[in-house]
Protein backbone atom coordinates (compact mmCIF):
# COMPACT_ATOMS: atom_id res chain seq x y z
CA UNK A 1 0.00 0.00 0.00
CA UNK A 2 1.57 3.48 -1.00
CA UNK A 3 -0.08 6.88 -0.20
CA UNK A 4 0.56 9.90 -2.66
CA UNK A 5 0.75 13.66 -2.57
CA UNK A 6 1.32 15.79 -5.20
CA UNK A 7 2.94 19.28 -5.50
CA UNK A 8 4.42 21.96 -8.29
CA UNK A 9 0.97 23.14 -9.16
CA UNK A 10 0.02 26.86 -9.71
CA UNK A 11 -0.57 29.57 -11.99
CA UNK A 12 1.87 30.05 -15.33
CA UNK A 13 1.68 31.93 -18.42
CA UNK A 14 0.51 30.22 -21.64
CA UNK A 15 4.37 29.11 -22.96
CA UNK A 16 5.44 28.03 -19.89
CA UNK A 17 6.56 25.58 -17.62
CA UNK A 18 5.73 23.54 -14.27
CA UNK A 19 7.25 20.28 -12.62
CA UNK A 20 4.70 18.38 -11.02
CA UNK A 21 5.81 15.97 -8.02
CA UNK A 22 4.23 13.06 -6.65
CA UNK A 23 5.79 11.94 -3.16
CA UNK A 24 4.69 7.99 -2.31
CA UNK A 25 5.21 6.94 1.03
CA UNK A 26 5.73 2.62 1.72
CA UNK A 27 8.93 0.75 0.67
CA UNK A 28 7.66 -1.08 -2.29
CA UNK A 29 7.45 2.16 -4.27
CA UNK A 30 9.70 0.84 -6.86
CA UNK A 31 7.40 -1.90 -8.45
CA UNK A 32 4.46 0.12 -8.61
CA UNK A 33 3.14 1.57 -12.13
CA UNK A 34 2.99 5.13 -11.32
CA UNK A 35 0.54 7.84 -13.54
CA UNK A 36 -1.01 11.25 -13.95
CA UNK A 37 -4.27 12.12 -15.12
CA UNK A 38 -5.74 15.30 -15.12
CA UNK A 39 -9.73 16.99 -14.57
CA UNK A 40 -10.42 20.29 -16.04
CA UNK A 41 -13.62 22.16 -14.97
CA UNK A 42 -16.96 20.59 -15.76
CA UNK A 43 -15.03 17.86 -17.62
CA UNK A 44 -14.25 13.88 -16.55
CA UNK A 45 -10.76 12.63 -15.13
CA UNK A 46 -8.22 11.59 -18.42
CA UNK A 47 -5.03 10.18 -18.71
CA UNK A 48 -2.16 12.18 -19.11
CA UNK A 49 1.05 10.05 -18.82
CA UNK A 50 2.50 6.64 -17.29
CA UNK A 51 5.58 5.36 -16.30
CA UNK A 52 5.10 1.29 -15.44
CA UNK A 53 7.53 -0.56 -12.45
CA UNK A 54 10.68 -0.88 -15.19
CA UNK A 55 10.49 2.60 -16.30
CA UNK A 56 8.97 2.41 -19.62
CA UNK A 57 6.61 5.11 -20.06
CA UNK A 58 3.20 6.35 -22.39
CA UNK A 59 1.57 9.24 -22.99
CA UNK A 60 -1.77 10.84 -24.33
CA UNK A 61 -2.13 11.88 -27.86
CA UNK A 62 -2.47 15.77 -26.46
CA UNK A 63 0.59 16.10 -24.52
CA UNK A 64 3.16 14.24 -26.54
CA UNK A 65 6.49 16.00 -26.91
CA UNK A 66 5.40 18.59 -24.38
CA UNK A 67 5.23 16.78 -21.48
CA UNK A 68 7.71 14.22 -19.75
CA UNK A 69 6.93 11.52 -17.41
CA UNK A 70 10.13 10.28 -14.68
CA UNK A 71 10.58 8.70 -11.45
CA UNK A 72 12.79 8.47 -8.77
CA UNK A 73 12.99 5.18 -7.37
CA UNK A 74 15.57 6.84 -4.60
CA UNK A 75 13.37 9.34 -3.62
CA UNK A 76 9.72 7.55 -3.58
CA UNK A 77 9.16 10.26 -6.05
CA UNK A 78 7.57 10.96 -9.48
CA UNK A 79 7.56 13.55 -11.74
CA UNK A 80 5.70 15.50 -14.64
CA UNK A 81 7.66 17.73 -16.43
CA UNK A 82 5.09 20.00 -18.41
CA UNK A 83 6.41 22.38 -21.18
CA UNK A 84 4.54 24.80 -23.84
CA UNK A 85 1.47 24.80 -21.68
CA UNK A 86 -1.58 25.88 -22.52
CA UNK A 87 -4.65 27.05 -21.51
CA UNK A 88 -6.27 23.94 -22.19
CA UNK A 89 -4.40 22.45 -19.81
CA UNK A 90 -5.61 24.09 -17.25
CA UNK A 91 -7.15 21.47 -14.74
CA UNK A 92 -6.68 19.68 -11.67
CA UNK A 93 -3.87 17.14 -11.84
CA UNK A 94 -4.03 13.88 -10.09
CA UNK A 95 -1.07 11.24 -9.01
CA UNK A 96 -1.87 7.69 -9.03
CA UNK A 97 -0.34 4.62 -8.70
CA UNK A 98 -0.99 0.62 -8.99
CA UNK A 99 1.26 -2.54 -8.46
CA UNK A 100 -0.35 -4.53 -11.19
CA UNK A 101 -2.14 -1.82 -14.13
CA UNK A 102 -0.14 0.39 -16.28
CA UNK A 103 -3.54 1.34 -18.20
CA UNK A 104 -5.03 4.75 -19.09
CA UNK A 105 -8.47 3.91 -17.18
CA UNK A 106 -8.66 5.79 -14.13
CA UNK A 107 -10.72 2.65 -12.60
CA UNK A 108 -7.53 0.36 -13.41
CA UNK A 109 -5.69 2.50 -10.51
CA UNK A 110 -6.12 1.95 -6.47
CA UNK A 111 -4.27 4.76 -5.17
CA UNK A 112 -4.68 8.27 -5.39
CA UNK A 113 -3.15 11.86 -4.17
CA UNK A 114 -5.54 14.51 -3.70
CA UNK A 115 -4.72 16.46 -6.61
CA UNK A 116 -2.92 19.52 -7.59
CA UNK A 117 -4.23 22.81 -9.21
CA UNK A 118 -2.25 24.03 -12.11
CA UNK A 119 -3.93 27.26 -14.04
CA UNK A 120 -2.24 28.38 -17.37
CA UNK A 121 -3.45 31.98 -18.17
CA UNK A 122 -3.74 32.69 -21.88
Known amino acids: QIQLVESGGGLVQAGGSLRLSCAASGRTFSIYNMAWFRQGPGKEREFVAV???????GYAAFVKGRFTISRDNAKNTVYLQMNSLKSEDTAVYYC????????????????WGQGTQVTVSS
Open 96 to 111: AGDRHSSATRPSSYDY
Open 51 to 57: VNWIGGT
